[in-house]
């Protein structure tokens, strides 16, 4: 199996990034990725996958719990995260340092993904030759995915010609995400 990294997750080593990569450059990651012998955990879609790995690095936790103490440091905005997707309404914490996080959830999209969603951005890089590329890391406290943001499954829901992947959003996991998200807040 080889992982490769997209230039699309190349946003988690930028200022404000939910996730912000400490410690790691991408060429570390991928050797990281590729030596694991961890196995993958399946994701939202048949397409994505997510490997955990522990974190060495200094990166941060994308999120923080809500608290009396914090709640004056949340922010809101309308954000897209690249140039021809929809701006979403998004909620995040500003001034605030996430704790470390123990592990890096490596989220993976399948090389045919990569290539549905590159027709769609051709500017973009071309789609690197691999089986699986990174398009997102978040770093977590545990080795489990936090439930997707109810924007992020809304966003996914519009296709991918408004910078989603067209899967449909599942009312469960939107639920469960809606109960997670109204107590925690990404840090930035």
């Given amino acids: 199996m080889r992982i490769a990294i997209t230039d699309f997750a190349l946003r988690n080593w930028q200022e404000g990034a939910s996730t912000r990569i400490l410690g790691l450059t991408p060429e570390s990651l991928v050797a990281l990725c590729n030596g694991s012998d961890t196995e993958l955990i399946d994701g939202y879609a048949p397409f994505c996958q997510h490997l955990f790995l522990e974190n060495t690095s200094d990166t941060r936790a994308a999120f923080a719990p ?24 998004e909620r995040w914490f500003e001034g605030i340092e996430a704790p470390r996080a123990a592990w890096l959830d490596v989220i993976l999209y399948s090389h045919e993904q990569l290539l549905a969603e590159a027709h769609d951005y051709p500017e973009e890089q071309p789609v690197p030759d691999c089986d699986w590329g990174i398009v997102s890391i978040i770093g977590t406290l545990a080795p ?21 992947s067209g899967v449909p959003i599942d009312i469960e996991a939107y639920d469960r995400a809606v109960a997670f998200w109204e107590a925690h807040a990404a840090v930035r």
């Avoid at 499954?153 to 408004?162: F, I, V």
């Fill in 66 to 89: 809500i608290t009396d103490e914090n709640r004056p440091f949340l922010r809101s905005g309308y954000l897209a995260r690249r140039e021809g997707e929809r701006a979403v309404l």
């Fill in 144 to 164: 489990e995915e936090p439930p997707m943001p109810p924007i992020t499954q809304m966003r996914n829901a519009l296709g991918r010609a408004e910078g989603g």
